[in-house]
């Protein structure tokens, strides 16, 4: 292909929550494009980080793997100076680490909704301004945040998971707003059900009750694969998206199109 708009040739990317699901396929996805990844995920999860490491480096990119928990703004400040440190830069931010919880909402306690918010919220909000200070003087960044579909729809017994994920389509906005003017582009992605170890692992439905929500809510007939979401990932990173800011791209089978 000669077209070079989407090639991600000598970019840094970070990934966090990148060890396995979502994130580990994005990370593989934009090796692929040519950029250079750092894998981050907890500290427990750091032996499927560095699988994850090694697959890239096999690929012919750089890569190595942090321990970097996004509730520890401290962690975060740390890990990411490390890696621009370690890489030479860092172009590309993907904040997809989040957690999911299931409670109806009269059930949910304050520790389920601090645990929540505090990945999928505050977590991407500290790792978009730890990054955008080493972004700001290159001018040049492309911050992408995985959002949901349930960014723009309700779903029951998700009170912590759906604001969280509201508020990150909000936060894109905003940070999109304030940090154009440097060379960087926020944007998020919102991925429908996507079959990652994590989705499985909550999902505790038969596969009855699975099939009638998939047959009344996807239209797709079946959920996603994470390799349905590296396109956007890529073409979001990419100097072909220059202009494009503030967006939130939907990736979810059409379920949000009902
Ligand atoms: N799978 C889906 O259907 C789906 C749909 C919409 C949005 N998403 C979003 O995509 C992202 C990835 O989801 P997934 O399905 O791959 O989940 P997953 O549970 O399979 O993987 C999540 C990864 O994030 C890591 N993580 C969790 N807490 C962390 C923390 N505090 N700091 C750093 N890393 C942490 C986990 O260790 C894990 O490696 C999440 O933000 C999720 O909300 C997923």
């Given at each position: 292909m000669n077209y070079t708009g989407l090639s991600l040739e000598g970019k840094v990317a970070l990934v966090t929550g990148s060890a396995r699901g979502i994130g580990k396929t994005l990370a593989i996805g934009l090796a692929k494009a040519g950029a250079d990844v750092a894998i981050s995920d907890l500290e427990e999860h750091l032996n499927g980080a560095q699988s994850v490491e090694s697959n890239i480096q096999d690929m012919g990119q750089r890569s190595a793997s942090y321990a970097l928990?996004?509730?520890?703004?401290?962690?975060?400040?740390?890990?990411?100076?490390?890696?621009?440190?370690?890489?030479?830069?860092?172009?590309?931010?993907?904040?997809?680490?989040?957690?999911?919880?299931r409670q109806a909402a009269l059930d949910v306690t304050e520790e389920n909704w601090d645990a929540v918010m505090s990945t999928n919220l505050k977590g991407t909000f500290f790792c978009a301004q730890a990054a955008a200070k080493h972004m700001i003087p290159q001018r040049f960044g492309r911050i992408i945040n995985i959002a949901s579909q349930f960014s723009l729809v309700g779903a029951k017994n998700r009170a912590a998971y759906c604001s969280s994920k509201g508020g990150v389509a909000s936060l894109t906005q905003v940070l999109a707003l304030e940090w154009i003017q440097h060379g960087i582009t926020v944007n998020a992605i919102g991925p429908g059900p996507t079959e990652t170890p994590g989705l499985l692992q909550a999902d505790t439905r038969t596969q009855?009750?699975?099939?009638?929500?998939l047959s009344e809510n996807m239209p797709l007939g079946r959920r996603m694969n994470a390799e349905e979401l590296v396109g956007a990932a890529v073409y979001l990173a990419s100097p072909s998206a220059s202009a494009t800011n503030g967006h939130l791209l939907v990736v979810d089978g059409g379920w949000t199109s009902r």
């Open positions: 928990d996004v509730q520890d703004v401290a962690q975060i400040q740390e890990a990411i100076n490390t890696i621009v440190k370690d890489f030479g830069r860092l172009d590309i931010l993907v904040n997809n680490a989040g957690i999911r919880q009855e009750e699975l099939a009638r929500d």
